[in-house]
């Protein structure tokens, strides 16, 4: 049974940094390739970052490109999202994704298996 769960989120000052972690079990790990998206309320969940199987290409939604970053370690079977410089418009409960390629690795459909989520919420 494939399952990912999420930790890390938490409360951060406006400016401030936050490190998710999904970790993944049931699955080959290097086979899959990692997403992160985000959900804020009344609002539709929208695309965050993404990384291929072995790490070679990512991808980022404009609003966080610079400030955000993701990487994967195979040997731990985890995926990570670093957020920096957060904003108050970054609050979200945040949710990885997995999906075997080819895909485009931005869309939301592409992805069957999911996390339950972790709540980042950013204060002033």
């Known amino acids: 049974q494939v399952q990912l769960v999420e930790s890390g989120g938490g409360l951060v000052q406006a400016g401030g940094s936050l490190r998710l972690s999904c970790a993944a079990s049931?699955?080959?790990?290097?086979?899959?390739?990692m997403g992160w998206f985000r959900q804020a309320p009344g609002k539709e969940r929208e695309f965050v970052a993404a990384?291929?199987?072995?790490?070679?290409?990512?991808a980022f939604t404009d609003s966080v490109n610079g400030r955000f970053a993701i990487s994967r370690d195979n040997a731990k079977n985890t995926v990570y999202l670093q957020l920096n410089s957060l904003k108050p418009e970054d609050a979200a409960v945040y949710y990885c994704?997995?999906?075997?390629?080819?895909?485009?690795?931005?869309?939301?459909?592409?992805?069957?298996?999911w996390g339950q989520g972790t709540q980042v919420t950013v204060s002033s």
């Open positions: 049931g699955l080959t790990f290097t086979s899959y390739n």
């Open positions: 990384i291929r199987r072995r790490g070679g290409s990512t």
């Open positions: 994704a997995a999906a075997e390629g080819p895909i485009s690795i931005r869309r939301e459909y592409e992805y069957p298996y």
